[in-house]
């Protein structure tokens, strides 16, 4: 690839064409499922990434109040911010919606939702709020027969200058699911569930018109999405390896890698000037049949070295080991690529893409890091 | 403390008073031991933390180019790069030493001091060097009884343009051992190992001046440093839960915490808004008796929830389960904080510390992050 041996190392790459190829493959999924495209901004955290999903100004989902500002700067006007919202943010989400921004916020309890009738006329007469549903009971979210969801419904309903946007899933526990039959049942699971929720709020007679899941994996392998309005997947646009061994994807359609330069030996093997900041500390891989320690090894093109694993790290260092081809007389200095075992938490540690493009680097694109 | 309340959840909070406490506690033990005392800045990357440590120009260690050129560009001007320079890093390091910065570097093969010395002259005639020894075996260096040792030596010591600085091991090894007797013992083996580097050299009639070792616990629990001119630690300025369960450190000497927000409930605990980016992915504390999760729970003041940990994380989400005081009704907004396994990963997913002192939050103090 021409241009990276210009590059600092470690450094983050993300290849537009495979990224390109990501985001048209799920743009034809979600069509044929007829459901719209809010992707989640929390992989890439890029401007330039986004607008290549969505255009200029199309619906996305962030993480972080840092995200939803940033993007507001720079044109997105539909914005869910799909982390819970407390009381000491509700302010700074009604501060952009002021200015325009249809700025949506989660929560998932009848004390939030009181909270937040309570504070919207307060901050300016409007807030969106999407109630958060709990598919599979590991992290937040109101299950889809608890009598908390009417209630909360019936706050949100009920308070001037509240706009209910809908129901929201987000099932993580596609994540323990292993090939894509699995997934596929996991995202009916999900489907019925938030479909569920929102079908008990509109027969209480409350407006209900989003009905929003989520999560790369589940959203790749569902078959149905009957009853959901927008889905909301973020690392399908670069994928990993974990994706990979979840079954939606190959490796050739990771698009994002570690840039690294062997800098000596261990005792077993290569030493690397990327280690657990730059690839990050995941190991999501060691779930899976195959362990990919902290990522898998790459020449400087992106070719594969089959066998060669990042198999321990620390703060500026990896070792790589082989089980396949030899580690031979690699020469200090070599570059190598590191492919991701968890595509957002790696990109993480890097405040910017080197973008390569027809086999050569064509751009630095800024990540919104932070909160 | 006055002011978290105004901060936005996660934020990174450093305690002053404690961190000034630590960097006293070292400093006193060095002077003890009668070694000069070259902290790393790789866990704090804060040119505050520096000048409290070491004052306005003190001897620094770095794990990246991009510390050192923001040191340097702080009035620091002794600076060793503590990981192992490539020919492609070269120029920068020198670009450093012709600014009038003594940036020395470090490598450990007989290859590297050959493209060492043979691009002194042409990199405007200075470089400054030390040799890394390997004393257990775990990433980078020469063991000190391999031929390498000399042949390296030799090369350096003979090239014009190169001085060679001295011998320098990193024992990582201590990370592997379990109270101060252990870590005692292991700090034995890595001045032993790294004090016959230098006399080896010394023998063969080469120019050995400096003798440095590494890492906190090792340095915090060592009973003689005979030989060594210089000590290189790094988190003792912050400790952290993996230090308090080697036993160099108690709870309360731990100096970094992330503030969040409780954003609901799951079904099993408390969810906060500190995830796996804000709390890093460190699960170092599994090796230990007493296991940490991801962190353990103190309320906003900084006091322990006995039994509260983050027994598990998403990207952007943590949940606290309790095995001691019951959870509760704890509301949503409401802040707590968490003590890291790992100061140094955790302080890299934040920008800035939020700086405590006497109960209230005083300043903002930045961090250099990325390379």
New interface residues.
Partial sequence: VRGV?RL????LLLDRDVLAANLERMRRHTERLGVGLRPHL?TAKSVDVATMAVGHNGPITV???AEAEHFAAHGFTDIVYA???????LP?AAALRRRGIDLQVI???V??AG?AAGAAEHLGGSLAVWI?V?VD????GIPPDSPALLEVAGVLGAAPGVRLAGVLSHG?GSYRCRGVDALAAFAESERAGVVAAAEAIRAAGIDCPGVSMGSSPGVAAARSLDGITEVRPGVYMFQDLFQAGLGVCDLDDIAVSVLT???????DGL?L?AG???L????STAALPDDSGFGRVCDASGRLLPGWTVERV????G?VTSSGDPIGST???TLLRVLPNHA??TA????RYHVLSGGRVVAQWPRC???
């Fill in positions: 041996q600092r190392t470690p450094a929390k993480s972080t109040l982390v819970g919202i407390t009381p000491a943010k700074a929560l998932d309890s004390e939030m909270v958060e709990d009971g590991l992290r937040s993580g330069s062997v800098i000596g030996r261990s005792r030493v000037d657990g900041l730059a990050s500390l995941d190991r620390t703060q500026e260092h070792i020469q200090t200095g957002c938490m993480a540690a890097h405040d890091n932070g909160w």
